[in-house]
């Protein structure tokens, strides 16, 4: 069954990520701020799913919400918070910071409305069923250079990680 | 309201942007690093967002490839992250990245 | 995250609180209501992340003050008494008392009644292995052999209540010989359980010995050497694992079993896996010492010529036993009266525990229940 | 109405799942059913551990709530749901509520793409293995937020070990996975399939099961898959986080009652789900045991029995039991019981004779039997093994199961390409 891009799963799955982002960045608690995280990227992996994406919402639940932010979760629970949930929570920059923040919104505003004629009316159309084989197609043929660089970069993040984290090597 | 109603490329689009702009916002305010790292997550998903609304939208998959190798990336990204963030708690045992300012002495 | 109650000696556990990725973070508190520290024991681990850089044992949470009861019981009554502190083996505990009382008062069990306390004396040990067994098994996960060795027990506690009537706290033997003659069909029943436990014993051996995950989780786990053990006055199986042939049934043999034949089994390494192979392998020693018992069972009277009161001379005497668990020895003090005028127990849990700290460290928080295990220890003996 | 009726009835000359064919009727219904289907098979198998289990232990297990303790699972039930729930006052209020309902969620969320035929599946996805990896990975999730939210250390330790111990074994189980999934590729296009109903399909027009593929590389695959799962499931010997005899209850220490007992139907939902993907994945899904050795019509006709037989071996073990019975008053009620539950399975089995039912149902027996199987092996390591040492497990995960998954994976796929241009030149 082909995902029906309604409007209702749209702003649904819009609205849950919205709240979820500014649950990230204003709790006190990186716990609970972690788990807005995984509810939005949950979010978003059914948003993959609307826009015909299924392997990349796949990646994204298994990876991100499995793997990434089991990680967080891991750490933030290795690393005692007590002390910084009593502390200030924003930093002394933040006025600067909401500025900056603030312009770039301006930006991305004016972008947008300038550049909308640019977007197609219509989406071009899509298949959903072989999405997987054709992902892989791509991966093994013309990007096969970039996988390779990219489980290149992991060793070495891997390598990095554990050089880091342990005590004694 | 006709335009609300029919979802298009440009909705996902400031979907994506909204959520760039917290990441943003959570990176340049926030003092907890763990936190700080979770922003810049949100700002790659971002990205990622985009990559496949587009994506979408001309039809060809090379979008979704790339949001694939963004993902690897931060998979990447959040292994170092958390391994200087542990280094780091260690030294000094706290999370605020106020207080990492080694190189100011 | 530290308890401010602990109270701490030996192992400066007083440092200030540091999060938990640090060395000498986190100090975890496992029982007294802990489910692996069979019973009351408390134990305050100092952990590096789950290594263990030291602990402490806290006791004294069934401390019945048997020692003291002693004082105010004639030396008759306080019999029952001491079959209460290690009730798991509680024939043996009866044995050890009467055994030091005889001394003395200068009198000699006859022989029927020495060779009805070594069958008896011996299934305990069984029994009490047994025991071990299935807990060890339990807190390292397996959970089958448990039921497997209670199953066995029960016909020991089977012959006991048809000796004595009970089961548990036995309060088989008198000072002098015993109290019942054995019942009709006695010998017959031992000898049938004899029969019925050696095959027992090797479906015991075939659910562990080999098991990979049990020989993973026992071998050079709880590693002690020979010189530790004696320093620490450590007995029983957990010293013969470490290779010291030292068992006071041959070494300062009591009852009589000089008369018997049988081997000292002994280990090597002193780790887990070896205290396990030398605990069983002293079962079927035992098997082997009731076969001859019970083959060779005399004729004859069974109570010495003791006093209706038991009125020893002044004096003292020390007098110990091989319990299941390690050496059990009495230090009785009499004044002339009807009253001992002090009673100390070196009860070998006690002693054995001491070796805990040692055992652990280095090794991780489930090696601390196996090792917990390994020792064997009941905490009615323990405290007291 | 008429039109409802015709949506309704539209769906049953399908050869499609409802969820393919994008029949919500229908989807709501399978929902249902794998739902309830679930459920009993959660209670049944809370009787069959205890009572298996009591056997390999020389007892007799429950034997007072109705016949046999059959009843004993509804009388837990109702005891967990009656019982306080007590929520510690230092605790999280909200993740600690939300976190056995997460477990629950993702532990069930799975079986929307498990194929218990080629069309009774609630729906088919094009990524079903991936989806099914995934959401079982979410439990972590639910277990991490219940031991920290917790507050306490034992759940906190607990926790721990078990998101460390999934994570490192879903690697594992990954390549596994992949092994298996490389084997869908032998065709003539050369593409494979991730979707779940596809993988069976690639193992029957192959004509073997994957755990057979390439002797001994898919039995290889199939052993990381079966270790791998035990250690996901968190049961023993893998159960490090839930050792009672040292971390007391682990993760779920400080839950009772009802919220307890949505750990407890998570952790036999996730069993159960996780069997699945390995009946899936090797052992040829819903397909009936040997359909090269004894294929012919004849022999599709005496397997097409074996469903209502079983319901009737089953039946004929409750009369034999009935029969034994103390023939005492007091047991009249139990006994009664006994036999009226034998009538129900016979009835079940005779039912399954008729041919038309016999033909729908067949693939579902055969998928859950081999599900049982897999059930079975559970209860057996249980009975038999001690518990693994965190480091011990970690070694195996990260030094033995990675190791081999990747050569497994790497050797797969050697055959296969030689397999490929022997073949096809």
Redesign the interface.
């Given at each position: 069954m082909a995902p029906v891009a309604t409007p209702f799963f749209f702003y649904l799955l819009a609205g849950i990520m919205l709240i979820g982002g500014v649950m990230v960045i204003t709790r006190k608690n990186p716990v609970h701020s972690a788990l807005a995280l995984i509810v939005t990227l949950l979010a978003q992996a059914s948003i993959y799913l609307m826009l015909y994406a299924p392997f990349v919402a796949g990646v994204q639940i298994i990876l991100y919400a499995g793997g990434i932010m089991v990680l967080f979760l891991f750490v933030i629970m290795l690393v005692s918070i007590d002390r910084s949930i009593r502390e200030r929570q924003f930093n002394s920059q933040w006025v600067v910071g909401l500025i900056a923040a603030t312009a770039l919104g301006g930006l991305f505003i004016a972008v947008y409305t300038k550049g909308t004629s640019i977007f197609p009316e219509h989406a071009l159309p899509m298949i959903e069923n072989d999405n997987t084989q054709k992902i892989a197609t791509m991966l093994y043929g013309q990007y096969m250079f970039a996988f390779e660089i990219a489980s290149l970069l992991l060793l070495v993040a891997i390598i990095g990680a554990v050089v880091m984290a342990k005590k004694r090597i | 309201m006709e335009s609300?109603?029919?979802?298009?490329?440009?909705?996902?689009?400031?979907?994506g942007?909204?959520?760039?702009?917290?990441?943003?916002?959570?990176v340049?305010?926030?003092?907890?690093v763990?936190?700080v790292?979770?922003?810049i997550?949100?700002i790659l998903?971002a990205v990622?967002?985009n990559l496949?609304?587009f994506?979408?939208?001309?039809?060809g998959?090379?979008g979704?490839?790339f949001?694939?190798?963004v993902?690897?990336?931060?998979?990447?990204?959040?292994?170092?992250g958390?391994?200087?963030?542990?280094?780091f708690?260690?030294n000094k045992?706290?999370?605020?990245?106020?207080e990492v300012n080694l190189l100011k002495w | 995250m530290t308890d401010p109650n602990t109270t701490l000696s030996h192992l400066d556990l007083e440092t200030p609180e540091k999060p938990f990725l640090d060395a000498n973070e986190l100090v975890i508190n496992m029982g007294p209501q802990h489910p692996a520290t069979h019973g009351v024991l408390r134990v305050i681990l100092r952990l590096d992340g789950e290594k263990v850089l030291g602990l402490e044992c806290v006791i004294g949470y069934l401390h019945r003050g048997v020692e003291k009861i002693g004082e105010h019981r004639t030396y008759t009554m306080f019999n029952p008494y001491v079959d209460r502190m290690d009730y798991v083996a509680a024939v043996s505990n009866g044995l050890g008392y009467c055994e030091t009382i005889e001394k003395l008062l200068n009198v000699e069990a006859p022989p029927r009644a020495q060779h009805v306390r070594v069958i008896l004396t011996e299934l305990n040990r069984i029994a009490s292995h047994q025991l071990w067994l299935g807990t060890h098994a339990l807190d390292i996960g397996a959970i089958t052999p448990l039921f497997y060795t209670f199953r066995d027990r029960e016909e020991i506690l089977k012959i006991y209540e048809k000796y004595c009537g009970a089961r548990l706290t036995t309060h088989a033997f008198r000072i002098g010989g015993l109290q019942y003659e054995t019942y009709a069909g006695f010998e017959q029943e031992v000898k049938n359980f004899l029969t019925f436990l050696k095959p027992k014993i090797d479906e015991y051996e075939e659910l562990l010995t080999t098991n990979r995950i049990w020989v993973e989780r026992t071998k050079n786990i709880g590693k002690i050497s020979a010189q530790d053990c004696i320093a620490l006055g450590v007995t029983g199986p957990v010293l013969r694992a470490s290779g010291v042939k030292w068992d006071l049934r041959k070494a300062q043999p009591y009852a009589n079993y000089k008369d018997f034949d049988f081997e000292i089994p002994t280990g090597q390494n002193g780790d887990t896996y070896d205290r396990y192979l030398v605990r069983m392998a002293e079962m079927r020693q035992s098997v082997h010492i009731i076969e001859q018992a019970v083959n060779a069972l005399p004729e004859g009277p069974i109570m010495a010529k003791v006093p209706k009161v038991i009125k020893p001379a002044a004096g003292e005497v020390y007098h110990s036993i091989e319990a299941p668990k390690g050496e059990l020895g009495y230090f009785v003090v009499s004044d002339g009266s009807t009253q001992p005028y002090r009673v100390r127990v070196r009860p070998p849990s006690f002693v054995n525990l001491q070796a805990l700290d040692v055992m652990c460290r280095g090794q991780l928080v489930a090696d601390v229940i196996a090792v917990i295990g390994t020792l064997d220890i009941v905490l009615g003996e323990v405290d007291r | 109405m008429g039109a409802i009726l015709q949506y309704v009835q539209s769906y049953l000359s399908s050869d499609k799942t409802p969820g393919a064919a994008g029949n919500m009727f229908w989807a709501f219904v399978y929902i249902m059913l794998v739902f309830l289907g679930l459920s009993v098979a959660v209670i049944a198998m809370n009787w069959l551990e205890r009572k298996i289990l009591a056997h390999m232990q020389v007892r007799l297990g429950p034997m007072r709530v109705g016949p046999h303790g059959l009843l004993q699972p509804i009388a837990d039930a109702i005891k967990l749901l009656l019982k306080e729930d007590i929520m510690p006052a230092e605790a999280d209020g909200l993740i600690f509520w939300v976190a056995p309902f997460v477990v629950v969620l993702a532990a069930f969320t799975v079986f929307v793409v498990v194929p218990f035929g080629p069309t009774h599946a609630i729906t088919d996805m094009n990524i079903g293995i991936l989806f099914m990896l995934g959401v079982s990975s979410l439990s972590v999730l639910g277990i991490v937020m219940a031991g920290w939210a917790s507050n306490s250390h034992y759940p906190l330790i607990g926790a721990l070990r078990s998101s460390a111990q999934m994570v490192s074994y879903e690697v594992a189980m990954g390549l596994a996975v992949v092994s298996a999934v490389l084997m869908t590729s032998l065709n003539a296009t050369g593409t494979g399939t991730l979707s779940m109903i596809g993988i069976v399909q690639a193992q029957l027009a192959q004509g073997e099961w994957f755990i057979f593929k390439f002797f001994p590389l898919g039995l290889i695959a199939f052993f990381i898959f079966a270790v791998a799962m035990v250690a996901e499931t968190n049961r023993a010997p893998f159960d490090l986080a839930e050792a009672e005899s040292e971390l007391t209850a682990g993760f779920h220490t400080e839950y009772s009652g009802f919220r307890w007992s949505l750990f407890f139907l998570a952790e036999y939902s996730a069993m159960i789900a996780v069997s699945s993907i390995a009946v899936t994945l090797w052992l040829g899904g819903w397909l009936r045991p040997f359909p090269n050795l004894l294929s012919g019509s004849t022999w599709n006709e005496v397997f097409s029995l074996v469903p209502g037989a079983t319901f009737l071996f089953f039946a004929a073990i409750c009369f034999y039991n009935t029969a034994r019975m103390p023939k005492h008053p007091y047991f009249r009620v139990q006994t009664i019981g006994l036999a009226g539950f034998g009538v129900v399975l016979g009835l079940i089995g005779l039912v399954l004779f008729v041919p038309a039912v016999s033909s729908r149902v067949q693939d579902i027996f055969w998928f859950s039997a081999k599900v049982a199987g897999f059930m079975y092996l559970y209860i057996w390591y249980r009975g038999t093994f001690p518990r693994y040492r965190f480091d011990q497990l970690m070694r195996m995960g990260w030094k033995v199961l990675l190791p081999m998954g990747l050569g497994v994976l790497v050797l797969t796929a050697v055959v296969a390409l030689l397999q490929s241009y022997l073949w096809h030149p």
């Open positions: - | 609300l109603l029919h979802i298009s490329t440009l909705h996902y689009l400031v979907l942007a909204a959520l760039f702009l917290l990441g943003v916002i959570g340049l305010t926030r003092r907890n763990v936190i790292l979770m922003s997550e949100l998903n990622n967002l496949v609304a994506s979408r939208m001309w039809g998959l090379h979704q490839v949001a694939i190798f993902i690897t990336d931060a998979a990447a990204e959040a292994a170092v958390l391994g200087i963030l542990i280094a708690f260690r045992e706290t999370v605020n990245i106020d | - | -």
